[in-house]
């Protein structure tokens, strides 16, 4: 819990030797102040209390509303706990809209700060890049209320008379949605109505990436003659067997259990990317994981390619090998193991709405019917057991 207390920092003395009254508020191991306009010298001020002044009584009045008004907001506030307390104070000190008049670079960077380091190479680079395509277009010091559904549509016109791909359109475009999202649920701006609501964003294109189940069982049952052609077989087939999972969030989990239990560290800052994904881990990815696992933390490291970074620039170079074992005449990349994964599984008859489940996909808001459906593990085991059941 949060705590707040009245003080002087002495650090922070005036010109004159006086200092301003300030409200300290510590919280998750971090300490900020919220300046007030009161000015006294050192000896006027102990315990909290402005003392020695014949106005001291109107001023400690005047120091207490203060003191409550910004209490009572942070006493209000759903899941303090996991605010910072930077955006505690700048929520507590503007409760309507949290911190007002923000522009658009200011959360980008606030944004971009919170990327683990080991996901900052690649996606890193591709937030800066579409924020940068952005800017381009709305020109420095664009406030974010200035985001309007008449500006978008006029970006999304400025991208395609570039000639740019709709690929490419559609990924700019997603990762603004991503960073506005961010900025509304801080409350830094509220939209009356959605920026996106008329924009027409052009669909990626679809590329056949996934493999067929003989295709499939080529991979698996490889002899790799080296050690780093070994490491992408098993990242591959791991990817497999735990239903498309991503290399960053098969990274980050503590396999010390018997179940997988998390959200896709690629949608958490999106609308709807809260949903946890949960199945039992299936005999198939077991000696694997065990091959990888470090004991004491129960991470998987892939040999010496102990990043994200560096496992994906060996994938990158090393993916071709399983592509020729394979015969794999179009686009193949570690992609295709997810994307392969559902693919079985609509083959078999496995309704959608639990491929997407298991993947860590929101189900599509167009499938209405969908809505009155409840995806529970019992339904992604089950799943998994078939598809996997299949490469026997």
Request: glycine share 4%; charged share 30%; aromatic share 10%.
């Amino acid at each position: 819990m949060a705590t707040f207390s009245l003080v002087i920092v002495p650090a922070k003395k005036l010109s004159d030797g006086t200092h301003k009254i300030r409200i300290r508020v510590a919280h998750n191991s971090d300490t900020r102040f919220i300046t007030t306009e009161i000015v006294v010298r050192e000896n006027e001020f102990k315990n909290g209390k402005i003392v020695q002044r014949p106005d001291k009584d109107f001023l400690n009045i005047k120091l207490q509303e203060w003191y409550n008004t910004y209490f009572k907001r942070y006493l209000e506030l759903e899941h303090a706990d996991s605010l910072t307390c930077v955006q505690l104070v700048k929520i507590i000190t503007n409760p309507i809209t949290g911190e007002q008049y923000r522009k658009f670079e200011d959360i980008v960077e606030e944004f971009l700060s919170q990327i683990d380091e080991e996901d900052r190479t690649k996606t890193y680079k591709l937030y800066k890049l579409a924020a940068n395509r952005f800017l381009q277009f709305t020109g420095p010091n664009s406030l974010m209320e200035h985001i309007t559904p008449v500006r978008i549509n006029n970006y999304l016109n400025s991208l395609k008379r570039e000639k740019l791909s709709g690929t490419t359109i559609n990924i700019y475009t997603t990762l603004l949605k991503v960073m506005i999202n961010y900025a509304i649920k801080m409350r830094y701006v509220e939209y009356k109505v959605d920026p996106f609501v008329t924009a027409k964003i052009p669909s990626s294109r679809k590329r056949d990436t996934y493999i067929t189940v003989k295709q499939l069982k080529k991979i698996r049952d490889m002899e790799p003659r080296k050690y780093n052609e070994s490491v992408v077989h098993d990242i591959f087939m791991l990817t497999y067997y735990l239903a498309g999972m991503n290399l960053v969030d098969m990274l980050a989990y503590d396999f010390r259990t018997d179940e997988i239990n998390y959200v896709r560290t690629k949608t958490r800052n999106t609308k709807d990317g809260d949903h946890i994904t949960s199945f039992t881990i299936p005999e198939e990815a077991k000696p694997i994981i065990k091959k990888y696992m470090n004991k004491n933390t129960g991470r998987i490291v892939f040999g010496k390619y102990k990043t994200y970074v560096s496992c994906y620039n060996t994938l990158t170079r090393k993916l071709d090998t399983l592509k020729k074992i394979a015969d794999i005449k179009h686009d193949f990349t570690l992609y295709s193991a997810r994307k392969s994964f559902v693919q079985h599984g609509f083959d078999l008859g496995i309704p959608l709405s639990t491929l997407e489940y298991c993947i860590g996909q929101s189900m599509k808001e167009d499938r209405p019917i969908f809505n009155y459906v409840t995806i529970m593990k019992k339904h992604a085991d089950k799943a998994i057991r078939e598809i996997l059941d299949n490469l026997k």
